[in-house]
C-alpha cells in the first residue's frame, strides 16, 4: 500500500481503539468480529485457494505424464482350437515438447487471474466491514430514538393526566382531553416502530458480527481523509480493489489474444514406453510427434475474434468501473457535506423547538396557549431530535463509505492489530505444483494446518 494511502487511516485507526467505558463494545471490537466471522469472506478465501490451484496444474501441463497400464485379455471362439489368454503391463511416459508459448501463456493467464481473484477478496472484506459499520450505527441510531420516544411517551403520559385533572375541574375541554390522548397514542406508535428497527437493527447485527450487541460506545473521531475530493478520487483510481481486479482481468484477456492466436501453431510432443507381456517379452518405444489443425471449420479463428472482443470489452468495463469508482467518492463527500450541514440545522431547531416547547407550556398554564400549542410545540422538538440522530448516524457511515469509495476500507489499513489471512500464503505453497512428499508439500501442509484445513 502506498504511504500516502496508509497515512490517511492511521490517525483513523488509532482512535478505533479509544479506551471507552468498561463492557462496551467498540466499533473496532465489532470490525475484529466481523472479520473473523465472515462466512462470505472465508467462501471467497477459498475460492482465491481454488485459483491458486489453477496455476499450479497450467504448471503442470509443462512436465512429463507418466502412465502405467495392466492388461489381461481372454479370447474363447468357435474358430480357435483353444481359448487365449494374454497378459501385459506398459509404463509410459510423454511431454510436450513445443508448443509456441501457449503452456506459458496459460500460466501467465492464471497468475493474472489469481491477481484479479485476490482483489475480489478485498473488495469483499471491504464490503463486510462496510455492513458492520452500518449495523453498528443502526443499533446505535434506533437505541437512541427508542430513548427519546420512551421520553416522549413519559411526558405525554403525564400531560394527559393533567389534561384529565383540569377537566375534572372545568379548566378545559374534552376536545383539550382527547387532543391529549390522541399525541400520546401517536407517541406510543412512534415507541413501538422505534423498537422494531432495533431488533431489526440487532439481527442485522449479529449477521454481520456473530453475535447479538450488548451496549454500544459510541463512535470514534472522524477518520483521516482528504483534504479534496479531487485528492479522493486520485487515491480511489489508484487503490480501488474494483478497479485492480479489473486490470488484472484486461491482462488476462490480453494474453488470451495471443494464447488464441498461439492455437493455430503446430504442437511438438514426445513420449516413451516400455512394455512387459507374458513369457518375459519387453519392447521399448520412442516416438516424437508433429501436429498441428489445418481446418477445424472456423473454429479456431471464431476463437480469436472472440477473444479480440472480449479483451475490448474488458477494457470498456475497466473504463466504466473508474466513473463508477469516482462517482462513489463523490456521493460519499457530498453525504459527508450534506451530513454535517443537517446536523447543525438540527442543533439550532433543537435548541429552539426547546425554549418554544418550555415558552408555551408556562403560557397554556397562564391560559394564553391551548392544549394543541403545547402537543404541537413538543412534537416539533421530538422530530428535531429524532432527525439529528439520524444525520448523526448517518455523517459516521458516510465517512467510512469514502474510506471504501477510495479502497481503504480493509483490516490492514484499519490497524485493527489482528491476524489477517495471507492471500500469498496458500500460492506460495502451491504454485509450482508440488506433489505430497516434496518440501514444497510439507511447506502446503502447514500452511493448512495454520488455516485449519487440514
Not at 450534506?338 to 429552539?352: E, G, H, P, R, T
Amino acid at each position: 500500500m502506498l504511504r500516502k494511502n496508509l497515512r490517511l487511516t492511521i490517525v483513523a485507526v488509532a482512535t478505533l481503539l479509544t479506551p471507552v467505558a468498561a463492557g462496551a463494545e467498540t466499533l473496532a471490537d465489532a470490525l475484529v468480529s466481523a472479520y473473523r466471522n465472515s462466512h462470505l469472506l472465508e467462501q471467497n478465501r477459498a475460492t482465491l485457494r481454488a485459483a491458486d490451484e489453477d496455476v499450479a496444474q497450467a504448471v503442470a501441463k509443462l512436465r512429463p505424464v507418466l502412465q502405467w497400464t495392466a492388461e489381461y485379455e481372454y479370447q474363447d471362439s468357435d474358430q480357435l482350437a483353444n481359448s487365449t489368454r494374454t497378459a501385459s503391463a506398459t509404463l509410459g511416459a510423454s511431454m510436450t515438447l513445443f508448443d509456441f508459448g501457449r503452456n506459458k501463456l496459460n500460466i501467465e493467464m492464471k497468475k493474472e487471474s489469481v491477481l484479479a481473484t485476490r482483489e475480489g477478496l478485498r473488495s469483499v472484506e471491504q464490503n463486510v466491514l462496510l455492513a458492520t459499520i452500518q449495523a453498528y450505527s443502526d443499533v446505535k441510531s434506533a437505541s437512541e430514538q427508542i430513548a427519546i420516544n420512551q421520553n416522549s411517551v413519559r411526558v405525554l403520559g403525564e400531560e394527559f393526566k393533567a389534561a384529565n385533572d383540569r377537566f375534572d375541574v372545568g379548566e378545559v375541554t374534552k376536545t383539550d382531553v382527547s387532543l391529549s390522548q390522541a399525541q400520546l397514542a401517536s407517541a406510543r406508535a412512534s415507541l413501538a416502530a422505534a423498537q422494531g428497527k432495533l431488533r431489526a437493527a440487532r439481527e442485522a447485527y449479529k449477521a454481520a458480527t456473530g453475535h447479538y450487541p450488548g451496549a454500544l460506545a459510541a463512535f470514534p473521531k472522524a477518520p483521516a481523509l482528504p483534504k479534496t475530493i479531487e485528492a479522493a478520487r486520485a487515491i480511489a483510481l489508484r487503490n480501488h480493489p474494483g478497479v485492480k481486479q479489473l486490470q488484472h482481468t484486461v491482462a488476462v484477456y490480453d494474453l488470451g489474444v495471443d494464447y488464441a492466436k498461439a492455437n493455430r501453431m503446430p504442437t511438438i510432443s514426445g513420449s516413451l514406453g516400455l512394455k512387459n507381456a507374458e513369457g518375459g517379452v519387453e519392447s521399448t518405444s520412442a516416438k516424437i510427434q508433429l501436429n498441428q489443425t489445418l481446418y477445424s471449420g472456423g473454429a479456431l479463428i471464431s476463437g480469436q475474434r472472440q477473444a479480440i472482443a472480449n479483451d475490448q470489452a474488458a477494457r470498456a468495463q475497466l473504463s466504466q468501473a473508474g466513473v463508477t469508482v469516482a462517482q462513489n467518492v463523490a456521493n460519499a463527500w457530498s453525504a459527508i457535506e450534506i451530513a454535517k450541514a443537517q446536523i447543525s440545522a438540527y442543533d439550532q431547531q433543537v435548541q429552539a423547538a426547546r425554549t418554544a416547547y418550555q415558552g408555551v407550556k408556562e403560557e397554556a398554564l397562564l391560559g394564553a396557549r391551548t392544549t394543541l400549542d403545547v402537543l404541537s410545540a413538543e412534537q416539533d422538538l421530538l422530530d428535531a431530535q429524532a432527525g439529528r440522530i439520524d444525520a448523526a448516524a448517518t455523517l459516521q457511515v458516510a465517512y467510512y463509505q469514502l474510506l471504501s469509495a477510495m479502497g481503504l476500507l480493509t483490516v490492514d489499513n484499519l490497524k485493527l492489530g489482528i491476524p489477517t489471512y495471507d492471500p500469498a500464503a496458500y500460492y506460495n505453497a502451491v504454485h509450482n505444483a508440488p506433489i505430497t512428499l516434496s518440501p514444497q508439500g510439507k511447506r502446503l501442509d502447514r500452511v493448512l494446518e495454520a488455516m485449519g484445513k487440514k
